[in-house]
């Protein structure tokens, strides 16, 4: 599995992906958080960092869906996984490989965004005067949202050998499971089981989570998220012996 990892990211560092992924997510959010108008922290009028963590998970439907794109289509349309899959490693260890490298890519997109911290740390009145368990609670959200994406990103990679189609299907799926849910909860029809369906979805795990409070219950809902999609992309990824 670590060959697998190390192959990775020594991919993706040597493509222009990793570097525009993270350019476009940092200026995005970079303009989002201290720039444009009524999203910017000066506008707020007080110092904290919700904006970032309110766009942050809709740039990552996006950027991380195309990272994950390639993981195993790429693989798969260019014949090299016939080569990986005859080294003494199982389908299991290939698809956690990448499956880390894509997170650790996505970790070290959001690292610099703690310079943000310090800067908000600084502008408060008087210096340091910000809920700083809910930035942390928030960050350690915004990780577990991205491992959930980089999982979805995982299968949708294993559905098709088209990067494209692989694309659109992590980016449908990523909106799927971030927001649909609660916006069928908005609706109010299911009377009690409202509750039931937006936590379904990732968004009300990332929002509790991000109040600073580490309830097991999100814990667990992020856990098993990944390990539903890494099974689900195991199947389908050893469905070409069929």
């Known amino acids: ?31 989002f958080t201290w720039v444009l108008p009524d999203y910017n922290v000066f506008d707020y009028g007080y110092a904290n960092l919700d904006t970032l963590f309110s766009m942050a998970p809709w740039l990552f439907i996006f950027l991380i869906s195309a990272i994950t794109m390639r993981s195993l289509s790429e693989e798969k349309k260019n014949g090299t996984i016939e080569i990986i899959t ?5 389908d299991l260890q290939i698809i956690l490989g990448k499956y880390f490298a894509g997170l650790t890519l996505v970790l070290f997109t959001i690292l610099p965004t703690l310079i943000y911290y310090v800067s908000i740390y600084k502008l408060g009145a008087p210096i340091g005067n910000l809920d700083s368990g809910a ?56 009377g009690s089981w409202d509750a039931v369906v937006a936590g379904l979805g990732i968004n009300a795990h990332y929002q509790s989570i991000s109040r600073g409070v580490i309830d097991s219950r999100d814990v667990f809902y992020f856990i098993g998220f990944d390990v539903v999609f890494i099974a689900a992309t195991k199947t389908l990824f050893g469905s070409r012996k069929w």
């Open 1 to 31: 599995m670590f060959s697998i990892y190390k192959k990775e990211i020594r991919s993706f560092l040597s493509s222009l992906i990793a570097y525009v992924v993270m350019l476009v997510f940092l200026l995005a959010i970079g303009l």
């Open 86 to 90: 005859t080294k003494p490693i199982s």
């Open 135 to 190: 930035i942390w609670g928030s960050y350690l959200g915004l990780f577990f949202l991205s491992a959930c994406f980089v999982a979805v990103g995982m299968f949708a990679s294993a559905v098709s050998d088209n990067q494209i189609i692989s694309f659109v299907v992590s980016m449908f799926l990523c909106f799927l499971f971030y927001n649909l849910f609660e916006l069928i909860a908005d609706f109010k029809l299911l």
